[in-house]
């Protein structure tokens, strides 16, 4: 067990804490969005919340574990570790729900996003976002 003092030193849970944090918090975007949708579609409220939060968690966690992984092997975090990540996240859950047909379509569709969303948001600067919601 490591000793509580040496918690902060600890490069892999700090790793596991980046991965983590922002994985709950999609899978609670995940939860209202299924909320939401329930409620929009008089659907029961539990089976969408539940299924949407967990579908929401998994898909983060897969996406920024493959992305650190591929970060950690090149040295640097750029575009093409998120666009692997998205590769690999969205070809594990399109083969999750559509099976094997899925997993090509999935992780390139998914692969693409992930990689043009990083470049748009390397692009973008803070002054530009502050004009824009001003």
């Known amino acids: 067990m490591v000793p509580p003092s040496d918690l902060h030193d600890n490069v892999l849970l700090l790793k596991a804490r980046e991965i983590t944090r922002p994985s709950l918090v999609a899978g609670l975007v995940g939860t209202f969005t299924g909320s939401t949708l329930a409620v929009y579609r008089g659907a029961p409220l539990s089976l969408y919340a539940v299924t949407m939060g967990f579908n929401f968690t998994l898909i983060s966690a ?32 399109s083969g999750f729900h559509a099976g094997k047909r899925g997993v090509v379509a999935g ?10 969303s990083r470049v748009a948001w390397e692009s973008t ?10």
Do not use: D
């Not at 996406?63 to 750029?78: F, M, P, R, Y």
């Not at 600067?125 to 001003?134: G, P, Q, T």
């Open 107 to 116: 992780g390139l569709a998914f692969g693409m996003i992930c990689g043009a």
């Open 125 to 134: 600067s803070y002054e530009e976002i502050a004009r824009c919601v001003n």
């Open 62 to 93: 897969s996406i920024l574990t493959a992305e650190k992984v591929a970060a950690a092997c090149t040295g640097q975090s750029s575009p093409g570790t998120f666009g692997l990540g998205g590769l690999f996240g969205g070809g594990f859950m």
